[in-house]
């Protein structure tokens, strides 16, 4: 921590976390990195935010009046999207006081005895939060990089990892020892003696058969199928809990192929289990998941997107840390970039990505067939530039995503227009312009169809913790309503995914170079 005249405390509770921050920081990145979440990005669009000021000085802003009542505002009431630090700060901070996290309706559950904890279990990041089961009340949260991340950083160097002698052992212990130790400093900074009684654990396909010792084989070659997607469950004495020795640790079920139980989770969040019109819940990631339906029937699919979402394969690409420029706007025909904790950029992350190739498209520095004109790379901010490459690599994800949306609408009989909603997942999901993700043809939607859904893993499992869902529910929906659709068995996903690599144009034919492969297709 810093110190001195030029930083301040900012105390959040009710964790009673202190935070040391520069005057004149934005609260967005502390407090994201805190585990709030921002419904709609971090654009002052709405109050999933909001924070009370109970100590301290934070004036209103324009976007505080507009969005929310005088008397809220008077009692101290600030959108943490919009604040920016002048002074030491106490601030409750609404989510972590609500019984669902970034869901505004009401959710009804049974009290249980004791405690519980969510787990979202990530290839990259680990998000625990801690509740009490008796009123649904978040008493402590925790996230973390995933130690496994030694032994590869995505999905499939990890599984292969896990397939040579003794490597599945090693990525299990090193997950179930990390997540003890996790549970240890939740119910530490908690002070609570309550036991917990019960973890409620959603992930990947992947990271559900390395936690559970499952063979990871049949997920490192085609057909990436595994017979083995149900649920788990253990003991915490089985897990090498031993301060929770008693605990029942659930990990959900999986729904097929990459489409794991964060998914399935994702599907309570949003509630696309329950009817309605037909929506779609995408999440955008290295293996981006997609499900599309209407309660009584619902698709899902996974599609291998690559890394470029994450900032991984970028010449200049990093996670959205400090220093990553996670904005890119055109001001008088220029790009200007927001850097994350401001500062110089090290380097882009994926929603500056999207950002700064819908800019160079409408500058005309990228022509719609992805080509860069005249070949010059588009120069953000120093020495943050993009290259041939990198546009390549986006289209390349951006493709599979929109070719995996399109294939699974289709199979309803339906068109895209006929989609009345769309739930991005994820961190990802939270900071992504609408408009320039239709403008690169990633979400060609129009962007008020588009719902920036938050972490709808953590907050599904936490459904299933707090009742909200019975468990039971989660083991029938799996089948036969849920149906996977294996993506690289269909006859026309390949010309699909060739003709959603093009970039939105008003031309009809264009020219799309991949790997040195020609191909013309309809624009």
Known sequence: MHAGPSYHRVTLLPLNRVLELPAGAGLREPLFAHGVEFPCGGKGRCKGCRVRVTQGELPPGEADRRLLTAGEVADGWRLGCRARVTGDLTLEVAQWEATIL???????????????????????????????????????????????????????????????????????????????????????????????????????????????????????HAPFESAQLGEMVFRGDELGWSDFAGAMVRFLPCLGGFVGSDILAGIFATRLDEGGPLRALIDLGTNGEIVVGHGERLLCAS??????????????????????????????????????????????CGSGLV??????????????????????????????????RDIRELQLAKGAIAAGVRLLVERFGAGLEDVAAVHLAGAFG???SRANARRIGLLSFPPERV???????????????????????ATRLCSPRIEHVS????????????????????GSVLDIDTSGLAVRCGG
């Open 487 to 506: 993506l690289n068995e269909d006859p026309r996903f390949h010309e699909v995914y060739v003709d959603e690599m093009a970039f939105p144009s008003k």
């Open 355 to 388: 950002d700064a190739v819908a800019c160079g498209l409408d500058r005309g520095d990228v022509q719609p067939s992805g080509r860069l004109a005249n070949g010059a790379p588009l120069e953000l901010r120093p020495p943050v530039r993009l290259e041939q």
């Open 102 to 220: 970034s869901d505004d309706s009401a959710v009804s559950f049974t009290p249980q005895g004791g405690l519980g904890v969510a787990i979202d279990l990530g290839t990259t990041t680990l998000a625990l939060q801690l509740l009490d089961r008796t009123n649904g009340r978040v008493l402590a949260v925790r996230t973390a990089l995933n130690q496994q991340a030694v032994h590869g950083a995505d999905v499939m160097s990890r599984v292969h990892f896990a397939t040579e002698e003794g490597g599945a052992l090693v990525l299990r212990d090193l997950v179930r020892q990390q997540l003890g130790g996790l549970l240890t400093e939740l119910r530490s900074e908690a002070a609570c003696a309550a036991p917990v009684e019960e973890v409620v654990l959603v992930g990947n396909t992947a990271m559900h058969h390395l936690f559970a010792g499952l063979d990871a084989a049949p997920l490192a």
């Open 303 to 348: 599609t291998a997107a690559g890394p470029a979402f994450e900032g991984a394969r970028i010449g200049s690409g990093m996670r959205a840390a400090t220093g990553a420029i996670a904005e890119v706007n055109l001001v008088d025909g220029q790009y200007a970039c927001r850097v994350l904790g401001g500062g110089s950029p090290r380097g882009i």
């Open 451 to 473: 719902i920036a859904a938050g972490n709808t893993a953590l907050l599904g499992a936490k459904m299933v913790l707090l009742r909200a869902v019975d468990p039971a529910h």
């Open 430 to 432: 939270n900071y992504i």
